[in-house]
């Protein structure tokens, strides 16, 4: 049986006429070139040049299907957990604005009561305070 090689150019050569040419030059080009033994053990890269169309269709749509779905399941995987912290990252934000929304409260209270106080201690006769039920401006020392 014949045996054909494929010249890095792209030429292919039976043995007979790879033997009349000179070594690491192409008997068509003339350009330097190296050879391969075309065979079953050929790199799959370079068998696919001696694929019919159809069955190259058939193998890359094939693989082009697991890696879109591969794909796909793993975009899904991202999304979910993406989404799943976006609804923690929610749920803190609405605690710690209900908690801000408490303190401002408490501190508006206080600022209130605050303020009576020091409006009644500034009320009294010599800024003392006075005993309860008194009226005299005897002071507290």
């Known amino acids: 049986t014949s045996c ?3 010249t890095n150019c792209g030429h292919v050569y039976c043995d007979a006429c790879l033997g009349k040419g000179k070594k690491n030059e192409c008997l068509i080009c003339k350009a330097p070139c190296r050879t391969v033994l075309l065979s079953k ?5 370079i068998q696919a040049f ?15 299907s697991q890696v879109s779905e ?3 399941k ?3 995987r991202l999304l979910a957990f993406y989404r799943e912290k976006i609804s923690r990252l929610e749920e803190s934000l609405r605690k710690s604005v209900l908690q801000i929304e ?13 303020s009576t ?6 009320t009294k006769p010599y800024g003392c305070l006075l005993p309860p039920h ?8």
């Open 4 to 6: 054909f090689s494929l």
């Open 41 to 45: 053990h050929t790199d799959a890269d």
């Open 50 to 64: 001696f694929m019919s169309i159809g069955s190259l269709c058939k193998k890359y749509s094939r693989e082009t």
């Open 70 to 72: 591969f794909q796909e």
């Open 74 to 76: 793993h975009r899904k």
């Open 102 to 114: 408490q303190l401002q409260s408490m501190r508006s209270s206080q600022q209130t009561t605050f």
């Open 117 to 122: 106080m020091k409006s009644s201690v500034s």
């Open 134 to 141: 008194s009226s005299t401006p005897d002071r507290l020392e």
